[in-house]
C-alpha cells in the first residue's frame, strides 16, 4: 500500500514538474476545455498537448472524456488532494520543528537575561 501511493506520489509531482502542466491545471480550474482548446491557449501543437494531457491522466490530476471527436479535459479529483496531504503533513513536521527551535533559542535568551544580571 505504501509503495503504491509512494508511487502516485512521484508521478503527480513528476507531472506538476512541468510549467506547462501547472498551467493546464491552472486553465482547467477555470473551466473544462478540449485539448484542442488547451493546445490553441498554450501555442502549442495538438501531439504535444496530448502528451501533456496524457501525463496529467496517468498521475490523476486530469480526466478526460471523448464524445464524438472531441476530448474535453477536466481536474481530476485524487492526484492533487493526495499530493497536498502529504505537502502538509511535510508542513507541519517542519513547523513543530521550527517551534521548538523557537523554544530553545527563547530559554537560551532568558538564560543569557538571568547570567548577565547576576555576573554584574
Known amino acids: 500500500m505504501v509503495h503504491h501511493s509512494a508511487t502516485r506520489l512521484d508521478?503527480?509531482?513528476?507531472?506538476?514538474s512541468d510549467a506547462t502542466r501547472r498551467g493546464v491545471l491552472e486553465q482547467l480550474g477555470r473551466s473544462?476545455?478540449?485539448?484542442?482548446?488547451?493546445a490553441q491557449t498554450f501555442h502549442m501543437t495538438l501531439t504535444g498537448m496530448k502528451k501533456h494531457v496524457g501525463v496529467l491522466e496517468q498521475a490523476g490530476l486530469v480526466?478526460?472524456?471523448?464524445?464524438?471527436?472531441?476530448?474535453?479535459?477536466?481536474?481530476?479529483?485524487?492526484?492533487?488532494?493526495e499530493a497536498a496531504a502529504w505537502i502538509e503533513g511535510r508542513?507541519?513536521?517542519?513547523?513543530?520543528?521550527?517551534?521548538?527551535?523557537?523554544?530553545?533559542?527563547?530559554?537560551?535568551?532568558?538564560?543569557?537575561?538571568?547570567?548577565?544580571?547576576?555576573?554584574?
Open 11 to 16: 508521478t503527480a509531482f513528476a507531472a506538476l
Open 91 to 120: 508542513r507541519r513536521l517542519w513547523n513543530e520543528r521550527f517551534d521548538a527551535l523557537d523554544e530553545v533559542v527563547a530559554a537560551m535568551k532568558r538564560k543569557e537575561k538571568i547570567d548577565g544580571r547576576t555576573g554584574e
Open 63 to 81: 480526466t478526460t472524456e471523448k464524445i464524438g471527436r472531441v476530448r474535453t479535459c477536466r481536474l481530476g479529483r485524487l492526484g492533487l488532494e
Open 32 to 38: 473544462d476545455a478540449s485539448i484542442t482548446e488547451l
